[in-house]
């Protein structure tokens, strides 16, 4: 079935994914993590030492509907 043809299945398969997901993006992502991934960067000279230079800006905060699957 080609769900371009079911607007309203779409609709309910996004509603269904941002219930099961929607609290986990919203998680703090833990700090040992974010330096194993900058580490990574690091190793390969990917951006994260500019980031490092430069002040980290505050994101704001989420909120449903925010561009999150299906928009």
Same mark, same amino acid.
């Given at each position: 079935?080609?769900?371009?043809?079911?607007? $309203? *299945? @779409?609709?309910?398969?996004?509603?269904?994914?941002?219930?099961?997901?929607?609290?986990?993006?919203? #998680? =703090?992502? %833990?700090?040992?993590?974010?330096?194993?991934?900058? $580490? *990574? @960067?690091?190793?390969?000279?990917?951006?994260?030492?500019?980031?490092?230079?430069?002040?980290?800006? #505050? =994101?704001? %905060?989420?909120?449903?509907?925010?561009?999150?699957? $299906?928009?």
């Amino acid at each position: 079935m080609d769900s371009h043809l079911d607007p $309203g *299945f @779409d609709r309910w398969l996004v509603d269904q994914l941002r219930k099961l997901y929607d609290e986990v993006l919203d #998680e =703090e992502v %833990p700090e040992d993590l974010v330096k194993v991934v900058r $580490g *990574f @960067d690091a190793e390969q000279g990917g951006a994260a030492d500019a980031d490092r230079e430069q002040p980290e800006a #505050e =994101e704001p %905060p989420r909120t449903r509907g925010s561009g999150r699957a $299906g928009r």
